[in-house]
T-cell receptor
Framework: GAGVSQSPRYKVAKRGQDVALRCDPISGHVSLFWYQQALGQGPEFLTY????????KSGLPSDRFFAERPEGSVSTLKIQRTQQEDSAVYLCASSRGTGAYEQYFGPGTRLTVT | AQKVTQAQTEISVVEKEDVTLDCVYE???????LFWYKQPPSGELVFLIRRNSFDEQNEISGRYSWNFQKSTSSFNFTITASQVVDSAVYFCALSELIQGAQKLVFGQGTRLTINP
């Protein structure tokens, strides 16, 4: 596609439910990043994939968060047993290389945990 | 650790005024990259510029210009003759090398409102 797409755009989950957020990066982009953006804040890094390899997951806030990119294209961020503090916008970004290339962001998924 | 500070939380100006958004960063790296992104109400972050630490030349793109000063660790962004469509949240970001890539460390953003 022309840009990064994410689905769903909005997700409401009851506390304790599991959620899965999908990211379709720009075709051919090697690098894929997930960021979390709390209300009124800048995005914060969660995890990074180079093709199918998850090379950095230092930003994942707890072991309830899990991400995968099994075929090196689409990625899924899964949150188990959601908590209220997980409410945020989850942004996916992709870039064409592994250096400091510009990252292209999707529209995000706004997760609200009630 | 890398850090980006955008001290201006909100700025409001009247259309056609010039406005400057400040960005100050901290890094121990000798090679790094700085970025500006725009986040309109739709929520999608839009890339505006990337600047590497070795290039201190100012850059101009239409009504946008960027002033990079290594001596003061600043990378400020000026919009000339602002327009209502410039209203958005603007983020400054600094690259941080991780395994095989450069993640972005963002400031808290400056909400810019251009009034007609």
């Amino acid at each position: 596609g022309a840009g990064v797409s994410q689905s769903p755009r909005y997700k409401v989950a009851k506390r304790g439910q599991d959620v899965a957020l999908r990211c379709d990066p720009i075709s051919g982009h090697v690098s894929l990043f997930w960021y979390q953006q709390a209300l009124g804040q800048g995005p914060e890094f969660l995890t990074y994939f180079q093709n199918e390899a998850q090379l950095d997951k230092s930003g994942l806030p707890s072991d309830r968060f899990f991400a995968e990119r099994p075929e090196g294209s689409v990625s899924t961020l899964k949150i188990q047993r959601t908590q209220q503090e997980d409410s945020a916008v989850y942004l996916c970004a992709s870039s064409r290389g592994t250096g400091a290339y510009e990252q292209y962001f999707g529209p995000g998924t706004r997760l609200t945990v009630t | 650790a890398q850090k980006v500070t955008q001290a201006q939380t909100e700025i409001s100006v009247v259309e056609k005024e010039d406005v400057t958004l400040d960005c100050v960063y901290e890094t121990r790296d000798t090679t790094y990259y700085l970025f500006w992104y725009k986040q309109p109400p739709s929520g999608e972050l839009v890339f505006l510029i990337r600047r590497n630490s070795f290039d201190e030349q100012n850059e101009i793109s239409g009504r946008y210009s960027w002033n990079f000063q290594k001596s003061t660790s600043s990378f400020n962004f000026t919009i000339t003759a602002s327009q209502v469509v410039d209203s958005a949240v603007y983020f400054c970001a600094l690259s941080e090398l991780i395994q095989g890539a450069q993640k972005l460390v963002f400031g808290q953003g400056t909400r810019l409102t251009i009034n007609p």
